[in-house]
């Protein structure tokens, strides 16, 4: 019988005693497995389509990228594109069927009974087979104000042709048809609007005319040489631009495809070999536990002539049998997860066509063979050390205690992390920071055992005094502290990172946005769409809303200002000048005087800029006002910086007494403390709307979008470490069924003894309970105290202490713990007493 | 004395701390099945400190596990005092183990995370109860442990795991102790130890004993044998001593 044959029964005889192992192999490896393949699905369907969708291009002509321009080491595109004229020039070149141009660029697609606008790209389209896109039903835009819309777009927002909606583009809102609806290759969507528009709109929706066409397609008649004709095009194109052959262009927009698939694939990679190292954990724990229980078969084995490399031999190809079972398991399931993801989410479905390589299941399999391989090393070493006589021996397998020279080891490891972490902190030192974070880690897998025998002997009175069940789990988990520390650092890892991301994530939210309120002091605007301004019988109506405590008049322009700066220049024509009442910017917009005093007859003017233009208290500046007039004040405060008023405010008294009433063209309104946002703003759209041309603005816009962003990535990262946090459930789970089985004549004595079974199941549930608390604990404090770190340094101290994610973090070790106790609770209340006696 | 005569359980049952009536049990089914108690009726009287005795496979330690309330006789019905323990649900019989029992193994009869002395208090532990603090102490001093009480399992000698286990098979004051091969891992003194804290137990303390073993010096410290063979009780003995037990033992052997 090989050594094969006894690894594969061994593991067919205690599938039990390989459940952990085998749950987190089959969970990272599906993890990975999936990853991969999303990865492969989604290039796949992008590349075939990009190359579809060009399939008719035979060359293409584009700016020649200057090495030089700034702009091409960013990968921008060349801001001036190629002449107008150039698309018939080359049409016109021998052996050339035909040729169109592409303009695009970034539009808002606007629809009654959508909230939220669109994101999408306009792109100028002539019916022509070039023309990348496709019609699904109607036709394409032939005049002004005529648009075709991809059909994912339309079918999302519920629109069809014939409909009318608004495009938004840099020069502003337009009334658009709805004429056809579009496909790109054989894709429907491709994550974002497709707005196909005219040539006549080209200037309107993409700035044609004044940048040019940013690509020229062209296709060669059949029999024409290519090459011939290529040159051709390049002698009309000139030396201002670059020809490309057809297939180079399908190779870079494949390329670009796959890139964009890629960068997902990467990040979704890390997170699932992550997930691998946090099984490795758990693998490395039960091979221990394992060929510590069988102690007595190695030695019978070595009695019987077995060499100590065979010993190893053996072990490893158990672990290799485990692994192999379960990376294959875990690369199928990774494939019919990404295949019910496509088939299940419409989204999904227009971007990715299941592609599974052979390549990809490979590197899925070997991932979690070699994972499993390597964790098993130590164990396979020390079971080939196995001495014969230990055969004869009648003993349990001994706990050897924790080394004195480990425990100083990780205790001095931790101080040396806390030490690190403070002094990084304080100095700002980004080294120290994650040269402590590392310590403290590394610190924790070493002094583990350590720390949970400490807080394992102190918890032992306490607990003793609830239950004796309770205190006969403190009292395992104390014997076991390495075992139980083992398994802990599986959760501790976990945990960390899901804390770590939420607290520092949270941080950094939680700051921008305060930077951003402070900016901003109102609560929201209202801006007048016509030159006469704001009604004053509008403001008035405003004061009186319900809510409103105080509204700010702004004339948003009233003349200009030259001054003489360093560095970079604000676009010409000086910079504007405002007229305001300065104690309403104060009381609404929380506009600081920091300097001087403010003074009817003078100019308030950011600091900033004074300190950058060299101006200050009692200088007197030159303005131009709208009408021409030219009038000098002098600058009597200085204020800090709004992004609501101009940098300069005159006092509305002097610019009205000079050039007569200005519009009041703005106004920013605050609300009482306290007061019902919701009913408030109401309010004050309501009367907006019995007014023409006012449109109330969100001051806190771009606050909700920040906030939005934000808490999409953390909880989209969140659950990406939650996979790291199932595996160590079963890592808990494992590590409690290989106790039972080490413990059954123990568990059965118990019984005899009277113990019941609910008292066992408490028993066991302790234990788990208290792996996956002390996990959970080391892990949160671990991951909150980095998070400090980091962000005292990053962001100057701003730092809000999670303690909601901390409190459902708490919870969540709670019952990470029950659950990974309720099949092995069971299993050992189903021992039967005897076992005690039977094997004694 | 007669070699045939059986005791028989009196009618009235006061006096007896366990009895089983017609107590059979099978393993297994079929052509596998073995019968390894075979209708057997006895009492073990309270006060007394009876010896069941017989060949490997006689079926003296599944006698012991069904009266125990341990294992679960195929048929037959099973008293401990006054309780019928037959068709007990797990959880009652699990309470009456603990409350009414007393158990002494062969080995492996301490939890190995607990002291000698937690080990010694562990089934009012269980019970939720606050052991006896006199009987504690009284124990203890019996048991001559001394500052031994305070240590884990594994820094005892076999003879001190032992005479911690009768210990605590005596803490509860049951109705009965059951001793399975108590002597069987023990060098001689500390068998001779444990056996006099035994049969003390029953002069002394008026215990009931049942103790389970091959060892005819052990069965001598008994004051009745039972001997078993092929999961019959085939004969008793009354104030037993090493000599008579060997030669009884030969007869039943020959007969």
Redesign the interface.
């Known amino acids: 019988m090989t050594l094969a044959t006894i690894a594969w029964r061994t593991v067919r005889a205690n599938p039990a005693r390989f459940l952990g192992t085998l749950l987190a192999v089959v969970v990272a490896t599906t993890f990975l497995s999936s990853a991969l393949v999303l990865r492969d699905s989604l290039a796949n369907a992008l590349t075939s389509n990009a190359v579809a969708a060009l399939g008719d291009v035979d060359v293409a002509v584009e700016p020649a990228v200057d090495p030089d321009d700034p702009s091409a080491e960013f990968g921008l595109e060349a801001s001036s594109g190629l002449d107008l004229g150039i698309v018939d020039e080359i049409a016109a070149v021998d052996g050339i069927s035909s040729a169109i141009g592409e303009s695009s660029s970034s539009v808002e697609l606007s629809v009654p009974d959508v909230d939220d606008p669109i994101g999408g790209t306009a792109w100028v389209v002539v019916d022509d087979p070039l023309t990348p896109w496709d019609l699904e039903s109607g036709r394409l835009p032939t005049a002004a104000g005529e648009i075709a819309l991809d059909v994912d777009t339309a079918a999302a927002v519920g629109i069809d042709v014939g409909d009318a909606t608004t495009v938004t583009s840099r020069t502003g809102p337009a009334e658009v048809t709805v004429v056809g609806l579009s496909t790109f290759g054989q894709q429907s969507a491709r994550g974002e609007a497709d707005v196909l528009v005219s040539r006549a709109d080209g200037q309107r929706f993409t700035g044609l005319e004044d940048r040019g066409w940013s690509t020229v397609l062209g296709g060669i008649e059949e029999g024409a040489d290519p090459a011939v004709v290529r040159s051709a095009v390049a002698d009309v194109a000139g030396p201002e631009a670059q020809v490309l052959s057809g297939d180079d262009l399908r190779d870079r927009e494949a390329g670009a495809a796959a890139g964009i698939a890629d960068a997902l694939g990467i990040g979704l990679q890390a997170f699932a070999y992550l997930a691998l190292v946090v099984g490795a954990l758990i693998i490395f724990n039960t091979f221990t536990t394992i060929v510590a229980q069988r102690t007595r078969e190695f030695a019978l084995l070595r009695a019987l002539g077995t060499s100590s490399r065979q010993v190893r031999r053996a072990v490893r190809v158990e672990a290799l049998v485990v692994s192999l079972v379960a990376s294959l398991a875990g690369a199928l399931l990774g494939v019919v997860l990404v295949g019910l993801a496509i088939l299940l989410i419409p989204a999904l479905a227009g971007l990715a066509t299941l592609t599974v390589r052979p390549l990809a299941m490979l590197q899925v399999v070997l991932s979690g063979v070699v994972v499993t391989v390597v964790s098993a090393f130590i164990p396979a070493w020390r079971a080939s050390r196995t001495r014969p006589v230990e055969a004869m021996r009648d003993a349990?397998p001994?706990i050897k205690p924790i080394s004195l020279g480990r425990s100083i080891t990780g205790v001095a490891l931790l101080a040396l992390g806390v030490v690190a972490l403070v002094a990084g902190s304080i100095g700002s030192i980004a080294l120290l920071l994650g040269g402590g974070a590392t310590l403290l880690l590394v610190g924790v897998i070493v002094g583990g055992p350590t720390v949970v025998s400490w807080v394992a002997r102190r918890l032992r009175g306490p607990l003793g005094r609830l239950?004796?069940?309770d205190?006969?789990a403190v009292?395992?988990v104390?014997?076991n502290a390495r075992r139980t520390a083992a398994t802990a650092n599986a959760l501790v890892i976990g945990v960390f990172l899901v804390v770590f991301v939420t607290a520092a994530g949270g941080a950094i939210r939680d700051f921008a946005i305060g930077q951003l309120e402070q900016l901003s002091g109102a609560d929201v605007s209202v801006s007048s769409g016509s030159e006469q301004g704001l009604p004053p019988e509008f403001l008035a109506d405003l004061r009186a809303v319900d809510g409103v405590d105080e509204v700010a008049e702004v004339n948003t322009i009233v003349g200009s200002l030259e001054l003489e700066m360093g560095g970079p220049q604000f676009g010409g024509g000086g910079l504007p000048v405002a007229a305001a009442d300065v104690s309403q910017l104060t009381d609404v917009l929380g506009l600081e005087v920091t300097q001087g005093e403010v003074d009817p007859d003078g100019m308030v003017l950011a600091g900033e800029i004074a300190t950058a233009a060299g101006v200050g208290i009692g200088d007197e500046v030159a303005v131009v006002l709208v009408d021409g007039t030219p009038l000098d004040v002098e600058v009597t405060a200085l204020s800090g910086f709004s992004f609501e008023i101009p940098p300069a405010v005159l006092s509305r008294t002097v610019v009205e007494d000079t050039i007569g009433p200005q519009p009041v063209l703005s106004a920013s309104v605050r609300y009482d403390d306290g007061a019902n946002i919701e009913t408030a703003r109401t309010g004050v759209e309501a009367v907006a709307d019995d007014y023409a041309g006012v449109d109330v603005i969100d001051a806190n816009q771009i606050v909700s979008v920040v906030r939005t962003f934000f808490n999409f990535l953390l909880s989209a990262v969140g659950a990406l470490l939650g996979v790291a946090v199932v595996i160590a459930l079963f890592g808990i789970l494992n590590t409690l069924v290989l106790a039972i089985a080490e413990r059954t004549?123990?568990l059965g004595?118990?019984?005899?003894?009277?113990?019941?079974?609910?008292?066992l199941r408490r028993m066991i549930r302790t234990e788990a309970l208290l792996t996956s608390i002390v996990g959970t604990v080391t892990g949160a404090v671990l991951g909150v105290g980095v998070a400090f770190a980091v962000a005292r340094v990053v962001l100057e101290g701003a730092f809000t202490w999670p303690w909601w994610q901390l409190g459902v973090t708490l919870v969540l070790g709670v019952v990470v713990g029950v659950l990974a106790s309720v099949y092995p609770a069971r299993r050992a209340a189903r021992l039967d007493?005897?076992e005690?006696?039977r094997t004694? | 004395m007669s070699q045939t005569e059986i005791a028989q359980p009196d009618p009235e049952t006061a006096g007896y701390a366990a009895r089983a009536y017609d107590l059979t049990k099978v393993y297994g089914t079929g052509d596998s099945a073995v019968t390894a108690v075979d209708d057997v009726t006895i009492g073990l009287e309270r006060g007394v400190f009876t010896a069941i005795m017989g060949p490997s496979g006689s079926g003296k330690s599944t006698l012991m596990h069904c009266i125990a309330g341990l294992d679960t006789p195929t048929t037959g019905r099973v008293f401990i005092g006054d309780v019928e323990i037959t068709g007990l649900a797990d959880k009652a019989l699990t309470r009456l183990r603990r409350d009414r029992l007393g158990f002494v193994f062969q080995a492996f009869n301490l939890v190995p995370v607990l002291t000698a002395r937690e080990n010694l208090v562990l089934p009012a532990r269980l019970a939720g109860t606050e052991p006896d603090q006199a009987w504690v102490d009284e124990l203890v001093d019996v048991l001559g442990m001394g500052d031994r009480l305070d240590h884990r399992p594994t820094e005892l000698s076999g003879g001190q795991q032992q005479r911690v286990a009768v210990g605590r098979a005596l803490m509860t004051r049951p109705d009965l102790v059951l001793a399975d091969e108590p002597t069987g891992n023990l060098d001689s003194a500390s068998s001779e130890s444990i056996m006099g804290f035994l049969s003390d137990a029953v002069s002394r303390l008026g215990q009931s004993v049942a103790m389970v073993t091959h060892d005819p010096w052990a069965a001598s410290y008994a004051s009745r044998v039972v001997f078993l063979r092929d999961g019959a009780v085939v004969g008793e003995l009354a104030d037993p001593t090493t000599e008579t037990v060997l030669d009884r033992m030969k007869q039943l052997g020959a007969g």
Request: no cysteine; charged share 30%; net charge negative.
């Open positions: 349990d001994t239950s004796a069940a205190e006969i009292a395992e104390d014997r004549r123990e004595l118990m019984r005899s003894v009277g113990m019941t079974r609910s008292q007493p005897l005690a006696i004694g």
